[in-house]
T-cell receptor
Framework: DSGVTQTPKHLITATGQRVTLRCSPR?????VYWYQQSLDQGLQFLIQ???????AKGNILERFSAQQFPDLHSELNLSSLELGDSALYFC???????????FGSGTRLTVV | GQQLNQSPQSMFIQEGEDVSMNCTSS?????WLWYKQDPGEGPVLLIA?????ELTSNGRLTAQFGITRKDSFLNISASIPSDVGIYFC???????????FGTGTRLTIIP
């Protein structure tokens, strides 16, 4: 157990639907990062939050949004889902980037 | 922005062989991190390097922080089946708030 908790572990949904992925960071970590990993691809950075505020944005589609709550857990909302959104979605947390991120075990999203 | 290129992109080796991979950047990094991702799991930090020229080991893994600060190397000795996975290098941006990840090296062990 890395200390970063992601739920659900698997999600199967239909095109056009909306889903919410949840992440609880490791205790003491203020930064949360979301990544998308499609089959056999690298880690695509989506968005970063620090202590409730958006800090950096990557290649995140307008159909996707995220937030970090006062208790520091974060949610990634994916709407108007398309087949191409099928991927592993990872959450990571950190104190400082140069100490490294701690990743969760991911949510595998399948859009059918 | 900062980019990290890893080579090789993939490796097919036999059990017991030694493995070498590297990560290069067009800009300087003050920290180099190496991660391993098992199939279907999240990446796990293997080794962190904080000083140019530093050589650090973790079991059969050895990583080096390049002298130019623009590259890093990871070696795995006497590979075993559980070494299979994707290896990522990473380095922090100038504000030390976000990591840039490399493109990954996928290691496969041939029976």
């Amino acid at each position: 157990d890395s200390g970063v908790t992601q739920t659900p572990k698997h999600l199967i949904t239909a095109t056009g639907q909306r889903v919410t992925l949840r992440c609880s960071p490791r205790s003491g970590d203020l930064s949360v990062y979301w990544y998308q990993q499609s089959l056999d691809q690298g880690l695509q950075f989506l968005i970063q939050y620090y202590n409730g505020e958006e800090r950096a944005k990557g290649n995140i589609l307008e159909r996707f949004s995220a937030q970090q709550f006062p208790d520091l857990h974060s949610e990634l909302n994916l709407s108007s889902l398309e087949l191409g959104d099928s991927a592993l979605y990872f959450c990571a947390s950190s104190v400082l980037a140069n100490y490294g991120y701690t990743f969760g075990s991911g949510t595998r999203l399948t859009v059918v | 922005g900062q980019q990290l290129n890893q080579s090789p992109q993939s490796m097919f080796i036999q059990e017991g062989e030694d493995v070498s991979m590297n990560c290069t950047s067009s800009s300087i990094f003050n920290t180099w991190l190496w991660y391993k991702q098992d199939p279907g799991e999240g990446p796990v930090l293997l080794i962190a390097l904080y000083k140019a020229g530093e050589l650090t080991s973790n079991g059969r893994l050895t990583a080096q922080f390049g002298i130019t600060r623009k590259d890093s190397f990871l070696n795995i000795s006497a590979s075993i089946p559980s070494d299979v996975g994707i290896y990522f290098c990473a380095g922090p941006n100038f504000g030390n708030e976000k990591l840039t990840f490399g493109t990954g090296t996928r290691l496969t062990i041939i029976p």
